[in-house]
């Protein structure tokens, strides 16, 4: 095949394929937006399954009481008396040593394994809420494994790490979606009719832009009953964020209604006698379907971030419900910084979900453009 004709094909497939398709032939130029990608499927995974990867319940304190504020167990495959094909533990005793001004002090006894298992027999749970099962990834035949540690109540921080993903991840998508909805009706009514209802619903938009987002959870959080569940703060946080993330979205929306309200598919369907609401979802929204995306994208994170901020100042979500904003409450204490460092570790797993959301976020920004610089 010529060169010529592999060039004929490839402009017939660009000036035949749909926005969807350009929008991922740009995006997949990016590479950091797919390595941030690939970074979200695996953490999005990661939360979704995290009943199944985790080994144990979150939410049981004083599960290895012999081991808390204990230090991360890397499971190895060799060592001085040989290697395995099964990954292992040593036994770890724990106790108390006048020299080390009563602090614990662990024993390490490396002539005595403990193996790690696959597909063992644990907690009850229910995988997406649903599915009653017990097995989880891995265990060990004898005692507790805590690959991040554990904290000062003994609850194991790798699952809690995971299922603080999903609950996080669960709050910036109800909140995502409560706004997106909110967006969509308000903002597509305001562009579309204009005139004095136009004012009024930008009096009221702006309005809430102003409204500082800490003084109000204060004052929401003063007015919470103490005797409300987790899972009914869990809802109203998530409904909180949703009620105020809508203008942002509802402004662009208005925006692009604003100029194509007249255009002539519009006036068409018009004088076909179809409904507003009709001409607003089926001809309007449509035409920049990409850019709501890449919006809900962008602001994703910032969902998370509110819900993180809120849970560590102690506005938010509170134990036993499992948050990355619960777990870094404890990192601000004075003897975690100075004795328990792997409590940052699900810091990471924060800093790792934001920033890829971010880089998506951008890379779909440019891709959807196709004026970007990056498109050229």
């Not at 909140?175 to 997106?180: E, H, K, L």
Request: include cysteine.
């Amino acid at each position: 095949m010529s060169v010529t004709t592999q060039n004929q094909k490839a402009k017939e497939a660009y000036f035949t394929a749909s926005q969807g398709q350009l929008i991922w032939a740009r995006f997949k130029k990016q590479k950091a937006a797919m390595v941030g990608a690939v970074v979200l499927v695996v953490l999005i995974l990661s939360g979704i399954f995290a009943p199944f990867l985790s080994p144990y319940d979150p939410t049981v304190a004083g599960r290895d009481k012999g081991y808390l504020n204990g230090a991360p167990q890397i499971p190895k495959f060799c060592d001085d008396n040989g290697c395995s094909v099964r990954p292992f533990l040593y036994t770890v005793t724990r106790e108390r040593s006048l020299a080390t001004n009563f602090r614990w002090v662990e024993k390490v006894n490396t002539d005595e394994r403990r193996y790690v298992q696959f597909f063992v027999q644990g907690d009850k749970y229910k995988l997406f809420g649903f599915i009653p099962s017990s097995v989880h990834l891995f265990g060990m035949d004898n005692g507790y494994v805590h690959l991040f540690g554990t904290d000062s109540a003994g609850k194991d921080i790798f699952s809690r790490t995971l299922h603080a993903i999903l609950t996080s991840l669960q709050v910036g998508t109800m909140g995502v979606v409560i706004s997106f909805v909110l967006a969509l009706v308000i903002g597509g009514i305001s562009g579309y009719y204009g005139g004095w209802l136009d004012s009024v619903i930008q009096m009221v938009t702006d309005a809430i832009r102003t409204v500082p987002a800490i003084p109000l959870f204060m004052a929401i959080a003063a007015f919470i009953p103490p005797e409300w569940t987790a899972e009914t703060r869990f809802f109203f946080i998530s409904m909180i964020l949703g009620l105020i993330g809508w203008p942002t979205l509802a402004r662009r929306v208005r925006t692009h209604l604003l100029t194509e309200r007249n255009q002539e598919y519009v006036l068409a369907a018009q004088l076909c006698g179809a409904s507003p609401s009709h001409v607003i979802r089926r001809h309007l929204l449509p035409s920049f379907t990409s850019y709501i995306i890449v919006d809900l994208v962008i602001s994703f994170p910032y969902m998370v971030l509110s819900e993180t901020a809120l849970s560590f100042i102690g506005l938010g979500l509170k134990d036993p419900v499992n948050s990355l904003g619960v777990m870094l409450q404890n990192v601000t204490k004075a003897d975690v910084l100075l004795n328990y460092q792997w409590y940052f570790i699900p810091v990471i797993f924060f800093i790792a979900l934001v920033m890829a959301f971010v880089f998506v976020g951008d890379g779909l920004r440019d891709a959807a453009d196709p004026y970007s610089e990056a498109n050229k």
